[in-house]
């Protein structure tokens, strides 16, 4: 059964740090494309970033120059380093990857900017 387990959430005052992680198992296939949205409370999912196992990463406007997104293809794992956090950026984060047996969600785990 195809899981992806994201880590790396938690609370972080503004200016700070955090490193999610996104791990994919039981996949056979090969994975084209991973990356994260984020959902905070009350308000629309928002794509955050991708990464292509080529190598191809792109970023929302509203995080570019402070997130990076990672793939360790090898391990199907994908991490987003996030720097410079703002309390806007308080929000459930969830890791995708796209195949072509179709995509895959993970649980989301919950980040949290104090200002």
């Known amino acids: 059964q195809v899981q992806l387990v994201e880590s790396g959430g938690g609370l972080v005052q503004a200016g700070g740090s955090l490193r999610l992680s996104c791990a994919a198992s039981?996949?056979?296939?090969?994975?084209?494309?991973m990356g994260w949205y984020r959902q905070a409370a009350g308000k629309q999912r928002e794509w955050v970033a991708s990464?292509?196992?080529?190598?191809?990463?792109n970023y929302a406007d509203s995080v570019k120059g402070r997130f990076t997104i990672s793939r360790d293809n090898a391990k199907n794992t994908v991490y987003l380093q996030m720097n410079s956090l703002k309390p806007e950026g308080t929000a459930v984060y969830y890791c995708y990857a796209h195949m072509v047996i179709g995509s895959k969600w993970g649980q989301g785990t919950q980040v949290t900017v104090s200002s």
């Open positions: 039981g996949i056979s296939a090969s994975i084209s494309v």
């Open positions: 990464a292509t196992s080529g190598g191809t990463t």
